[in-house]
């Protein structure tokens, strides 16, 4: 069972079946809009503005787990990042990535990518006091804090997990790969 079996709600409520990306790869994060990882959003639109017309999607699921850092509305999370950060991909309707109600598809990832990539030790201390804060991540594998970051192949199946401090414009080289472009 890969991502692309599910089927996951829009925004809007709609059903969104994820097996419409199979041939795409796609970038899965957890959002959130008040968060210090927030900025991200600007490098992760720069890699859907630039690989997008070569089959590269965001698949953005705010998450309020991490310090109710995802306040308001689907619709109020939109707004906002198209206002903030013009973002041009669509955000899903807002999820849980961890624990009894958490979404099939982050269960799915972090069965697939179980650790965290290793980073430099800058950030590896920084990720250790982000820890410390996360009430959710109680479980091997869970998703630490918001911008938890997964590279997801053409075939729906994670390749790549990225911890929150990791730079998204570091995920071109990879992204160029899976590609193939």
Known sequence: MNIYDLKVKTRKGDDFE????KGKVSLVVNTATGCGFTPQYEAIEKLYEKYH???FEVLDFP???FGHQAPGTDEEIHNFCTAKYKTQFDQ????EVNGDNESQVFTILKEQQPNEEPVGLKNKMAMKAVKKMSKTCTEKGDIVWNFTKFLVDK???AIKRYDPTFDPAEIEKDLVEVLGA
């Open 92 to 95: 899903f309707a807002k999820i």
């Open 18 to 21: 994820l097996s419409s990306l």
């Open 63 to 65: 998450c309020d787990q």
């Open 155 to 157: 075939n729906g199946n």
């Open 53 to 55: 017309d070569k089959g």
